[in-house]
């Protein structure tokens, strides 16, 4: 079983629905990022958060640290936020690496 | 401010030779993180360079190593290429020891193994 799960794998949805994506992980974390890669591969940093919740834009990024889950919501949804979205927990301790998820793969229809 | 820059964007090599790719942080940045991203496998965490000392590395062969030079740039490099070894190789960094900071990714480099 991966450390770090996403669901749903794949998502397709019509302009302007909102959209939820849930990261669930099994191990603990210090911190839970959230990353967003286009097709060409480059890997942008949405949000870091290691309580409550975070607003940026249509973004929204929560997360449950007892029920070590997070969802990561699009509102009004848009084409161009078609893109892979990734959760990933950075480990306690000195280790500092990231621990990824598979992804989750969105398109949004026009 | 530049971001996280990687070069070179592509790279084809054959079994057995060997890949260097380089990683400039963002200035101020003193981490440096490589990760590889196999088709099929999601990101995986390779390196982490610090203050340029190897801090951690993932559960990968030793023929991947690395190093951090002065200025905080950094080269990953893998001998004796496999096929396998065909994979995005993303950088990233942040400021020191990265605590409670966000790592910025840069563009990668795709490596392809003939």
């Known amino acids: 079983k991966n450390e770090v799960e996403q669901s749903p794998q794949n998502l397709t949805a019509q302009e302007g629905e909102f959209i939820t994506i849930n990261c669930s992980y099994s191990?603990?974390?210090?911190?839970l990022h959230w990353l967003q890669q286009h097709p060409g591969g480059g890997i942008v940093s949405l949000f870091m958060?290691?309580?409550g919740k975070k607003k940026h834009g249509r973004l929204i990024a929560t997360i449950n640290i007892q029920e070590k889950h997070s969802s990561l919501h699009i509102t009004a949804s848009h084409p161009r936020d078609s893109a892979v979205y990734i959760c990933a927990v950075k480990r306690g301790g000195a280790t500092n690496k990231l621990i990824f998820g598979t992804g989750t793969l969105l398109a949004v229809q026009p | 401010e530049a971001g996280v820059t990687q070069s070179p964007t592509h790279l084809i090599k054959t079994r057995g030779q060997q890949a260097t790719l380089r990683c400039s942080p963002i200035s101020g940045h003193t981490s440096v993180y490589w990760y590889q991203q196999a088709l099929g496998l999601g990101l995986q965490f390779l390196l982490w360079y610090d203050e340029g000392e190897e801090r951690n590395r993932g559960n990968f062969p030793p023929r991947f190593s690395g190093r951090q030079f002065p200025n905080y740039s950094s080269e990953l490099n893998v001998n004796a290429l496999e096929l396998e070894d065909s994979a995005l190789y993303l950088c990233?960094?942040?400021?020191?020891?990265?605590?409670?900071?966000?790592?910025?990714f840069g563009p990668g480099t795709r490596l392809l193994v003939l």
């Open positions: 191990v603990g974390i210090s911190a």
């Open positions: 958060l290691s309580s």
């Open positions: 990233a960094s942040s400021p020191f020891r990265g605590r409670g900071e966000t790592q910025y």
